[in-house]
């Protein structure tokens, strides 16, 4: 046994099952070695300031180099108002926010980011830089009040002097993420605190050699709830300032920062969860978060990550500067997979999809005007809805039926579609791209035929268009994927047709001088209807296609 040399005895105890790798622990130190790292015990780590100690004394020497995944939840402290007269306890609002509340937060923020840099940099100090994924998730707060104000916030917790933090050359992958899906009027106490959207700039820039940058946040478009009580959307109201000052940041801090040059891989998720985008009312107008802009500075400032990356998924509310920006100059030379979700609703508050007949052609953004941001002192309407609810009860179960846009609104919707192909156009190394729009329908029929929509109109349905190079794994819903040696374009849009024009564009994506083939639609589901959606979902980049990815991508 002690001849024999390192690498085998790794190789012996990477073959065996977890139970063997007990009894090899206690063979030699060699094996001792060998078997830790093959057990996986050390790869992943709940790191809280009540484990500091124990984490510093387990990481502090070789089984550094065993730790891939670090995660760390943000914690904070509960809110309580239980009086039953009115009162105001200690300064609370009963209902709304101070702004020193609000900075309480931030702080708190801070500090407990401030900890875990600190202690990874404690470690890496003493031990040498490691490898690992760092995740962090946003705060569920508990809330123990008799008003639903409470847990309902559109406030964003914002990281304090930043650029005070220490870099951490360990630290190979980021991802910032809400842990839960928190629907704030259907649970007892729970409130999720959404995190501001720069903060992922500002944390990535401290990781020098960066490789992977994730996330699973919400940035939509100030949705309108589908829910029919007047009360229940008094509450659930998501306020436009808050969220259209988040992308705006977000985008200020994308232009002024030095990403690490390493950064090659990218997982964004602006729209989680997606059924909470898709719970609206499509009647209802959304609001303009681009004016007094010429165009989105959020999307545009995603294009500059873009540029530099060889992988993406990205699901998003944005417009045509995703990837074509306004300059007309746009070189991606090394993106090889690219999937956009695109939300149905555009930045600026106008629709990429209408409904039959034309209806929410012409909707319009309104104005995000000073009334915009959420009051900060309790006001006479929160009073009057909480004695309604007091007095009537609050219903979060009856819902609006008007899902209706599902055909395309050319003056929208082909602008980014024409940007889409030229920036694709612009990939040399392009092997798979897919644009996709989660599509739905909930409509009596005063909307609509739902039979001239989709064979399965009550289920999930998409629309988009794929492009596969050759030798690279195919797009088909159904058994017999297969690597192709022509390229392929599939245009999975339902009764919908490119101009001349713009099937031109697509046609030239990839060499010319290699067959392409097109496809229209999908006879399972009908080549004049929409298909359902899961044929879009198993097209994940970082899923069946590619699995071999080194950091922890998808679900929880």
């Known amino acids: 046994m002690n001849n024999l040399s390192q ?16 009894s090899t622990l206690t063979v030699s130190r060699a094996f001792q070695y060998a078997s830790e790292k093959a057990s996986g015990a050390f790869t992943t780590f709940d790191l809280t300031k009540e484990n500091a100690n124990q984490f510093i004394n387990r990481y502090g020497g070789r089984r550094w180099g065993y730790l891939r995944h670090v995660r760390f939840r943000v914690l904070m ?30 702080q708190e923020l801070s500090n407990q980011i401030r900890f875990l840099f600190v202690t990874l940099k404690q470690l890496e100090n003493s031990v040498g830089e490691g490898r690992m994924q760092v995740t ?30 220490p870099e951490l050359g360990s630290v190979r992958a980021l991802s910032i993420e809400d842990p839960a899906i928190v629907y704030p009027l259907e649970s007892e106490t729970e409130s999720l605190l959404k995190i501001d959207l720069r903060v992922l700039v500002d944390l990535a820039i401290k990781f020098p050699r960066l490789e992977f940058l994730g996330s ?21 109201r998501i306020w436009a300032g808050p969220l259209r000052d988040s992308r705006n940041d ?28 898709e719970r609206i009312d499509q009647s209802e107008p959304l609001p303009d978060l681009v004016s007094p802009a010429p165009y989105d ?4 400032s995603l294009s500059i990550i873009i540029q530099r990356l060889r992988r993406l998924e990205l699901k998003v509310v944005a417009d045509a500067t995703l990837l074509w920006p306004v300059t007309g100059l746009a070189s991606y030379p090394n993106l090889e997979s690219i999937c956009v979700v695109l939300h149905m609703a555009t930045p600026s508050g106008r629709w990429y999809f209408q409904g039959p007949d ?44 008007a899902r209706f846009r599902v055909h395309p609104n050319d003056d929208v919707l082909v602008p980014f579609l024409t940007s889409f192909g030229k920036a694709a156009c612009e990939m040399p190394a392009l092997k798979e791209a897919c644009l996709w729009i989660p599509l739905s329908w909930a409509a009596d029929e005063s909307w609509g035929d739902a039979s001239q929509i989709s064979r399965y109109p009550d289920r999930p349905l998409g629309w988009g268009i794929t492009y596969i190079a050759p030798k690279t794994f195919g797009f088909h819903p159904f058994p017999g994927q297969h690597y192709a040696s022509t390229r392929q374009l599939w245009w999975t849009t339902g009764a919908w047709r490119p101009s001349e024009e713009l099937r031109h564009l697509y046609q030239q994506i990839g060499n010319q001088n290699i067959e392409l083939l097109e496809y229209w639609g999908h006879e399972q589901y009908g080549c004049q209807l929409l298909a359902l959606r899961p044929i879009f979902d198993e097209f994940q980049i970082f899923g069946r296609r590619h699995p071999n990815n080194p950091w922890r991508v998808g679900k929880q």
């Open 7 to 22: 690498e085998l005895i790794e190789q012996i105890c990477e073959s065996l099952p977890g139970q063997d790798l007990k």
């Open 77 to 106: 402290y509960s809110f309580n108002y239980e009086d039953e007269d009115g009162t105001d306890p200690e300064g609370k609002h009963r209902c709304r926010e101070s702004a020193r509340e609000i900075k309480e937060k931030d």
């Open 136 to 165: 962090i998730y946003a705060p569920v707060r508990e809330v123990v009040s008799l008003c639903p104000h409470r847990k309902c916030v559109s406030w964003r917790l914002r990281m304090l002097s930043p650029e005070n933090l």
């Open 216 to 236: 699973k946040l919400d940035a939509g478009s100030g949705w309108t709830t589908d829910l029919e009580s007047s009360a229940a959307r008094h509450y659930s």
């Open 250 to 277: 977000f985008a200020k801090a994308v232009e002024s920062a030095s990403l690490p040059k390493t950064l090659r891989q990218a997982q964004l998720d602006f729209l989680f969860p997606l059924s909470s985008a």
């Open 297 to 300: 500075p959020f999307s545009s």
């Open 358 to 401: 034309g209806n929410g052609h012409d909707s319009e953004g309104f104005k995000v005007l000073d009334d915009a941001y959420p009051p900060m002192e309790d006001t006479a309407e929160d009073k009057a809805r909480d004695e309604e609810i007091e007095d009537d009860g609050l219903d979060t179960e009856t819902s609006v039926q």
